[in-house]
T-cell receptor, first 114, second 117 residues
Framework: DTAVSQTPKYLVTQMGNDKSIKCEQN?????MYWYKQDSKKFLKIMFS???????INETVPNRFSPKSPDKAHLNLHINSLELGDSAVYFC?????????????FGPGTRLTVT | AQSVTQLDSHVSVSEGTPVLLRCNYS??????LFWYVQHPNKGLQLLLK??????LVKGINGFEAEFKKSETSFHLTKPSAHMSDAAEYFC???????????????FGKGTKLSVKP
């Protein structure tokens, strides 16, 4: 059973389009995250979402919006896609509470904007 | 502020020889430290984590890491490299913020491990 799943695995789209990436976890965690990995493999958190509380990273453009229908799902919607949005996006989840609770990552979605 | 520095962007070893991937951290409060591995075109998998219970931490696939507070280091080692170890390795720090809330994960820039036959 896949713990954290993402769809689609690959997404190719044109500038200006709007797209969504879906994430689901079956681990019973109540905190979920979105990360962006750039072409140099650098990983940076975009959002963390704990139950009904969204924590927004200030460096993320407001074209990016997470949506969580329930605590097992956290989708990422991107408006007006730009070339610089091309990256691999990872969803993750973890238990809430202690700092040493590890995060479990999905397989990633490779977004290519042309 | 928390940060993590991986001292080598690329490490190349021969199969059967030891592996050392270096990581230094900076944290205002007691950190939790992790090593994750990313195989090509795959997601990230946890190798091991430091939780203050023991300074020498054993992980999966024969990897281990030692937390050294005096050196602010958390280097990853393996006695004998295998071809399947070739991957990108990330050192990660997470701190407890003032007031006890969890901080975000801060990733190092990664070390690419190559294993030669």
């Amino acid at each position: 059973d896949t713990a954290v799943s993402q769809t689609p695995k690959y997404l190719v789209t044109q500038m200006g389009n709007d797209k969504s990436i879906k994430c689901e976890q079956n681990l019973g965690h109540d905190t979920m995250y979105w990360y962006k990995q750039d072409s140099k493999k650098f990983l940076k958190i975009m959002f963390s979402y704990n139950n009904k509380e969204l924590i927004i990273n200030e460096t993320v453009p407001n074209r990016f919006s997470p949506k969580s229908p329930d605590k097992a799902h956290l989708n990422l919607h991107i408006n007006s896609l730009e070339l610089g949005d091309s990256a691999v996006y990872f969803c993750a989840s973890s238990r809430t509470g202690l700092a040493f609770y590890e995060q479990y990552f999905g397989p990633g979605t490779r977004l290519t904007v042309t | 502020a928390q940060s993590v520095t991986q001292l080598d962007s690329h490490v190349s070893v021969s199969e059967g020889t030891p592996v050392l991937l270096r990581c230094n951290y900076s944290s205002s409060y007691s950190p939790s430290l992790f090593w994750y591995v990313q195989h090509p075109n795959k997601g990230l998998q946890l190798l091991l984590k430091y939780t203050s219970a023991a300074t020498l931490v054993k992980g999966i696939n024969g990897f281990e890491a030692e937390f050294k507070k005096s050196e602010t280091s958390f280097h990853l080692t393996k006695p004998s490299a295998h071809m399947s170890d070739a991957a990108e390795y990330f050192c990660v720090v997470r701190s407890i913020q003032r007031g006890g809330s969890q901080g975000n994960l801060i990733f190092g820039k990664g070390t690419k491990l190559s294993v030669k036959p």
